[in-house]
């Protein structure tokens, strides 16, 4: 019996279990490790064999490795690939004044004059009903509403507007920057309407009780308050334009070209390290624009906030 009493106090004690703990550093990396992996398999790497690329040279058969700058020096001083970098500047800066203007309107009037939250959610959604299809189908669906005998034109002659259909609607630089502005000012909407939201109203009461005008108080307090929002929604728009053939290719009836249907056509043609100098070209155009943008706005300040 008293080798029986004695065995549980000759046991050895349990020992205590360790946790599996990760340190704040390794949290972080894990976290950050799958968008990483990403960006590094399908942009990254992509990026840098196309830099590489870009300085092969090439003939009708194929590709050399090499190190030479002509593919470079024929982009930058060839008259052609000069218009076609300056026509998607024009489509770029019209359409992003036109989205500009009109989404900074649609947000400042769903934040500040709807009171009703299910009011703004709903007419939002109104506004994001074009998304729920393809963009293609978007566009296309201009051309019969824009051509000579389409619903536009017939009904200004209906009206008795106008005495013959009008040209320059479809297949121009006109229906272009319509489509785009159709496309795209949802991406301007959406930024400028979350800065906004973000306003405390009692700023705009007080700003009226100093004696402040609608338009000193939209100029002094609503805007530098949505810049946020503002910058946001112009790299958006002004990457999607620059990044965009398939607009100008159909909108345009072959009058207009844009940097991507130019790499199209090399592509197309085999001159890889050409189509790859444009590109890299393009990237660094459209990184140094955005990093313009971030130096006004330090967006990722004022997303912390």
Known sequence: MEAVEQAPALAAPARPRRSLRLTPEAVSWLQVGPLAFILIVFFALPTLLFLVVSFFDYDRV?????????????????PATLRVYLSSLKFAFIVWGVTLLLGFSIAHFLVFHVRSGAVRTILFLLC???????????????????????????G??????IDRPLDFLLFSPFAVCVTYVHLFTLLMIGPIANSMAKIDPALLEAARDAGASRWRTMVDVVIPLSKTGIALGSILVFTQVMGDFFVVKQMSGGQSASIVSALATEIQAMQYPPAAASAMLLVLFVAIMVAGMMRVVDVRQELVR
């Open 128 to 154: 994001a009903i074009p998304f729920w299809t393809s963009g293609i189908i978007r566009t296309i669906a201009w051309i019969p509403f824009l051509g000579r005998n389409g619903a536009f034109n017939q």
């Open 156 to 161: 200004l002659m209906e009206l008795h507007l």
């Open 62 to 78: 194929g590709i050399y490795p090499a190190f030479m700058l002509d593919n470079y020096r024929e982009v930058l001083t060839t």
